[in-house]
């Protein structure tokens, strides 16, 4: 084979590639979200076990609609809201609660889902709404947290400094991880957004965010320009 047959198949084979690539940019995440999707809605069909069978979309229209199973979590999740808003509401509620605090394993489960929970949901925490640089697990080494609260007394009397709780998520499963004690001092607020933080610890660090304008110093008077 002479050098230019070489020469036109390695480009033909360099573009085959980039071809392959850029199918693959576009499929794969539309794929990815459709099985995301088909697996929540599955899983949200389950609610539909609550109804009767003689009630059941599938025995009531002789087929299976996917998503009215995720309607009928929406709709027992606005009931129950409506619900615990009255005096009554909360009265059971509080009952419940008060049944599950017997119950050794289930109350220490129970309290912690139920505080992390009300902390995430509600408006008037301040957990991950702050981006943090922290050096960890080593000198040198740094990665990127979420600030949980900074209201830490017996930690900061026991340690002498004031400290921040962060948390220091799993990747690509952000869902998991775990929490370090860190000086206030040593640690870097960042102003990329909670949500630009979690896609790039989700995409292992692939698609970052881009340096916000603020933070972009300008370059000093009389240095030569790039």
């Known amino acids: ?5 070489t020469v036109q198949r390695a480009r033909v084979m360099r573009a085959l590639r980039r071809y392959l690539i850029n199918g693959l940019l576009i499929w ?3 794929l990815v979200t459709v099985l995301v999707v088909r697996f929540i809605l599955q899983l949200m069909d389950q609610t539909l076990l609550v109804l009767p069978r003689a ?10 609609v996917p998503g009215l199973g ?10 129950t809201g ?27 489960l129970y309290s912690g889902v139920k505080s992390f929970s009300e902390t995430v949901l509600s408006n008037s925490g301040n957990s991950f709404k702050k981006v943090l640089l922290v050096e960890y697990p080593r000198a040198g080494a740094w990665s990127i947290g979420f600030q949980t609260t900074d209201q830490l007394p017996e930690i900061n009397a ?9 948390f220091i998520p799993t990747t690509p499963n952000p869902t998991s991880g775990f929490i370090i004690f860190v000086p206030h001092s040593q640690c870097i607020e960042l102003d990329m957004h909670v949500d630009a933080a979690m896609k790039m610890i989700v995409t292992l660090g692939v698609v970052g965010p881009s340096l916000p304008a603020v933070a972009v110093a300008p370059p000093a008077r009389g240095a030569p320009t790039p």
Do not use: K
């Open 55 to 64: 009630l059941r979309p599938d025995v009531l229209l002789g087929l299976h």
């Open 158 to 166: 026991r340690l002498g400094t004031p400290q921040v709780c962060v």
């Open 70 to 79: 995720a309607l009928l979590g929406v709709l027992i999740v606005l009931l």
């Open 82 to 108: 409506v619900l615990v808003t009255n005096f009554i509401g909360r009265a059971l509620v509080a009952i419940g609660e008060e049944l599950l605090e017997r119950i050794p394993f289930v109350r220490a």
């Open 28 to 30: 794969v995440p539309v």
């Open 1 to 5: 084979m002479n050098r230019p047959q």
